[in-house]
């Protein structure tokens, strides 16, 4: 059994907490500075975050394929966590809706080429006796610094009377500690062996029967997996901007915390109950959401949400890798996120547009039937 946190996972933790510090600093802010300072409606809101996350994953399979065909991780996360850095404070320069699409765009694009072979790195770190807690790690990593982003983001709001184009240049600080720590990533000892040459059908005809009913299961649920952006809205129709933040911070406290204690449990017991429980749990927050119209029972909700993302976001690919050979986990992890990018598209504008056209609580009781039917169908099948 290799040792619970090897050097190149630290370094890639603090990659993405880098990352996801100013990422989040952005991310609660993006929804209020399009509705209050450039009066978009919900539905743009939806569609621009749908199309930025269906490029992420489109371009995540394409570079999951390429990183397992070219032998190489370290490139592409040296190259994706730099454009992501560089286009992050543009809509602080040009307050317009169009350059936040593009910012958001190429930002997703950063990702989409750095994301599957970044997995594909930590999972060669590990093996199937700690997978899971390996992935748990890093999303704690990550998703640390998707706490402390908002909460700076808040003081800069409070400081400055609410200037939101002022948070989008304080980004850039974090900004430059992701570009030191991914030019220290290294390639793994496995990613140098020679590797086969997979294109998507060839991979898809061999890959095991498993890989591909969980990959079919969780594109369903994708649809009903809207962007966040909608939680943090919902929070703001009952509060404030502030709570809006607060919240949003408060549900990334409890993903960071139980991530890696969730990473440790899957590779205990099951990564298959863990991942199943997790979309029940969705599926429970969800439900309360389409009703919920004071702050205690949203705080509730969140906590919630926040176990649900530590039961789910980094076991998935910790689950997806044990079914592929290092030889071809970039593109098995590629190909998932491509598939669910696509259903979160259709997903983040149907709930736009079903929020516009009737209210929030019909988004939510949708995204709450699909992914109890989902759970429950992972929770029975006792085929891994």
Do not use: C
């Not at 910790?318 to 071809?328: G, H, L, Q, T």
């Not at 990018?341 to 949708?366: H, K, N, R």
């Amino acid at each position: 059994m290799k040792r619970k946190i090897p050097k190149q996972v630290l370094i890639l933790g603090m990659i993405s907490f880098f990352t996801d510090f100013a990422s989040e600093m952005l991310y609660p802010v993006v929804p209020l500075f399009l509705t209050s300072v450039l009066g978009a409606s919900m539905a743009v809101v939806g569609l621009i975050e749908g199309v930025a996350e269906v490029t992420a994953s489109l371009l995540k399979g394409y570079f999951g394929a390429l990183s397992d065909k070219l032998r190489k991780r370290a490139v592409f996360v040296k190259i994706g966590y730099t454009l992501s850095a560089i286009v992050k404070p543009l809509p602080g320069f040009f307050p317009f809706i169009g350059t936040v699409v593009t910012s958001r765009t190429l930002d997703r694009v950063g990702k989409g080429i750095r994301t599957a072979p970044r997995d594909a790195l930590l999972a060669a770190n590990a093996d199937k006796t700690n997978r899971g807690a390996i992935f748990g790690f890093h999303r704690s990593m990550d998703t640390l610094g998707a706490v402390v982003g908002p909460l700076i983001a808040l003081l800069v709001l409070y400081l400055s009377g609410d200037n939101y184009r002022l948070v989008f240049y304080f980004a850039i600080i974090p900004s430059v500690g992701a570009i030191y720590f991914a030019f220290r990533a290294k390639e793994s000892a496995a990613v140098k062996a020679k590797t086969k040459k997979y294109n998507f059908g060839e991979f898809w005809r061999t890959a095991p029967r498993a890989y591909k009913k969980l990959l079919v299961l969780i594109a369903v649920f994708s649809i009903a997996n809207s962007s966040d952006v909608f939680l943090i809205l919902k929070l703001k129709s009952i509060s404030s901007d502030f709570t809006a933040i607060l919240g949003y911070v408060f549900f990334n406290v409890i993903y960071a915390l139980f991530s890696y204690p969730a990473g440790i449990l899957s590779d205990k017991f099951s990564k298959r109950i863990i991942f199943g429980a997790g979309l029940i749990i969705f599926s429970l927050v969800y439900a309360g959401f389409s009703f919920a119209d004071n702050l205690v029972i949203v705080f509730i909700l969140f906590t919630l949400y926040g176990f649900y993302s530590a039961a789910t976001d980094g076991i998935s690919k910790a689950w997806i890798s044990d079914f592929v050979e290092d030889e071809n986990r970039a593109t098995a992890i590629g190909l998932y996120n491509s598939v669910t990018g696509l259903g979160i598209l259709v997903g983040s504008s149907l709930a736009g547009v079903m929020w516009d056209s009737f209210s929030s609580a019909v988004p939510f009781t949708f995204s709450a039937v699909v992914s109890f039917v989902i759970g429950i169908i992972i929770l029975t099948d006792r085929k891994e």
